[in-house]
């Protein structure tokens, strides 16, 4: 036995609480400050498991804080840091790469549900752990594993998941950001944001349940002057209380109320109705980009926007693959701001 191995033995045998702590610690600094030698491991990764056992919860949760960035770490006490309290278990949970799949799904059978939150939250969990998760059907687990995109989910949990997301406006909104998401669930999921919104407004303005049923759908001769006014003095009405956003936009448009969409775009976007409908006459799509981007409509509801403006024969069904992708990156290369004057210049070509 090498004269440090001898030296972490002896010091292991420690007593007070103190200098456990500091023995603890320094023994973690050491693991981390660099890989171990095959032979020297072993004894850290016993050493650590043995003061663990001793040290008070606040060291423990320094050490689990140090070894979770630690790919070498010892496997035997990031295992057991991992199934100890859940304010000690978070970081290594999170973090650590030296956790197995099969150490997730063992401590999601065996732990609390806090234990199982944490886990659902992990970036790139596979389906055997996010199935295990979900096994209770707990709503705080579901829920974070449906902010997890980057965890698999099979179809299964994905049922629990969409399930729970009806029940919830903001989970459905999040759910529609995952990529995983069958296509058959994304109407559902648009509808139930679009109910919610319905909701809101009628609340809002103490309409009469249906009211919004009224606008856009009537014969556009003679009635269509009268419709345009009548959308146009609620979308104003909306606007003055503060109360107008893109969520009322994107029902209007949902439930192929055009002429309420398009004042209510109209006026998020800082245009007149006219310039709004130039710009879409000039290029559909990236005019829907662009209005989207600022109006501050989030960035998950678009694909619900294009298929309601397809719906209305706004924009063409057969979309080539790389107009969506390049309407998509609006969201990411202008800022509302300039998403604005954007859309202003595409409606001034006309």
Known sequence: MSGIASALTHLARVRDPQSRAALALGVTDICVARPLTNRTQPLANDILLALAHKVEESVRIRMAAQLADCEWAPRGIVRYLAFDAPGVAEAVIRRSLVLEPEDLVELAVSGTREHRVLIAGRCHIG?????????????????????NTTARISDSTMSVCINAALADEDLSRIMLEREDIPPAFVDRLT?????AVRNQAEQHFDLESGKLDEFGTREPVPAAEDSEAEARK?????AAAGELNGAIAVRALTDVKNLLFDYAIADLCILSVEQWRAALGMSSVRATALACRAARIDKSLFPSVVRGMQKAGRIQEDLPADAMVSAANVFQKFTPGSAHDALRRLAAKV
């Open 234 to 238: 609620l979308i104003e009405q909306m």
């Open 127 to 147: 389906i055997a752990v996010s199935d295990a998760v979900a096994a209770y059907s707990e709503p705080e687990v579901i829920e974070r594993l449906i902010r």
């Open 191 to 195: 509808a139930r944001i679009s109910e």
